[in-house]
């Protein structure tokens, strides 16, 4: 228990209460919106966001057992509850249709996450997206479905540009005044090319943009990307 919580990074106080209210607040959301089994789902899947952020925020990867391991259990919950998918009662069509909504969604998340990877480093010559964001994007479509996987490289943009925009301002100051109570105690923390100012983490990004869409977005996100089928 000890290895998994310091795998985590549970092992220090403050990211332990972090993670306990994430997890405890995610449950109790699940159970007040959808019925019991869609909120079964949802539990394991939002524990499954939060435990992969943990790991990628302190060690720039996500483990298999969050992305790969996350979703093959979406992809069997989806052919066993077909509401996870907002279809109706189960019945073999319904859950055949439900199943080949995950299919889509893993494929189509992993895809796209795939061919971002590809193009961004060929573009800014840099990693963009670590395989193992990818295989994310997969499990968020294993239980989102392909729009929850779009919705999430796109607000996985915007949530990235609401963190990382006041974090480079403040390097920018540190940098361009040392004195200043921002550069911090060490000389070397405002160095230019630390910390995420090359590289940072996407997965807690990507879970917090799938989260949103798994609780309250999907609604209007489903609506507005369905309005694109025709064009197809």
Same mark, same amino acid.
């Given at each position: 228990?000890?290895?998994?919580?310091?795998?985590? %990074? @549970?092992?220090?106080?403050?990211? !332990? #209460?972090? &993670? *306990?209210?994430?997890? /405890?607040?995610?449950?109790?959301?699940? +159970? =007040?919106?959808?019925?019991?089994?869609?909120?079964?789902?949802?539990?394991?899947?939002?524990?499954?966001?939060?435990?992969?952020?943990?790991?990628?925020?302190?060690?720039?990867?996500?483990?298999?057992?969050?992305?790969? %391991? @996350?979703?093959?259990?979406?992809? !069997? #919950?989806? &052919? *066993?509850?077909?509401? /996870?998918?907002?279809?109706?009662?189960? +019945? =073999?069509?319904?859950?055949?249709?439900?199943?080949?909504?995950?299919?889509?969604?893993?494929?189509?998340?992993?895809?796209?996450?795939l061919w971002i990877s590809i193009l961004g480093e060929l573009v800014l010559d840099r990693e963009v997206l670590g395989f193992g964001d990818v295989k994310f994007l997969g499990a968020i479509g294993a239980f989102c479905g392909w729009r929850g996987a779009v919705f999430a490289v796109f607000g996985c943009a915007i949530v990235a540009a609401i963190f990382l925009v006041p974090q480079a301002f403040v390097r920018r100051v540190a940098v361009s005044n040392p004195g200043s109570i921002l550069?911090?105690?060490?000389?070397?923390?405002?160095?230019?090319?630390?910390?995420?100012?090359?590289?940072?983490?996407?997965?807690?990004?990507?879970?917090?943009?799938?989260?949103?869409?798994?609780?309250?977005?999907?609604?209007?996100?489903?609506?507005?990307?369905?309005?694109?089928?025709?064009?197809?």
């Amino acid at each position: 228990m000890n290895a998994s919580a310091s795998y985590l %990074g @549970l092992d220090r106080p403050p990211r !332990a #209460l972090v &993670f *306990a209210l994430l997890v /405890l607040g995610s449950c109790i959301a699940c +159970s =007040l919106l959808f019925p019991a089994a869609r909120a079964a789902c949802g539990c394991i899947f939002l524990l499954g966001m939060i435990s992969g952020s943990c790991v990628d925020f302190d060690r720039m990867v996500i483990p298999d057992l969050f992305t790969v %391991g @996350l979703a093959l259990t979406g992809l !069997a #919950l989806s &052919f *066993a509850v077909p509401s /996870l998918h907002g279809m109706g009662p189960p +019945s =073999l069509i319904t859950n055949l249709r439900s199943g080949a909504a995950a299919l889509l969604g893993t494929a189509l998340g992993s895809a796209l996450g795939l061919w971002i990877s590809i193009l961004g480093e060929l573009v800014l010559d840099r990693e963009v997206l670590g395989f193992g964001d990818v295989k994310f994007l997969g499990a968020i479509g294993a239980f989102c479905g392909w729009r929850g996987a779009v919705f999430a490289v796109f607000g996985c943009a915007i949530v990235a540009a609401i963190f990382l925009v006041p974090q480079a301002f403040v390097r920018r100051v540190a940098v361009s005044n040392p004195g200043s109570i921002l550069s911090g105690s060490r000389p070397e923390s405002s160095a230019v090319g630390s910390g995420w100012s090359r590289q940072f983490p996407f997965g807690p990004m990507l879970a917090i943009a799938a989260g949103l869409y798994f609780l309250a977005l999907h609604p209007w996100v489903d609506r507005a990307l369905s309005r694109y089928l025709v064009l197809f």
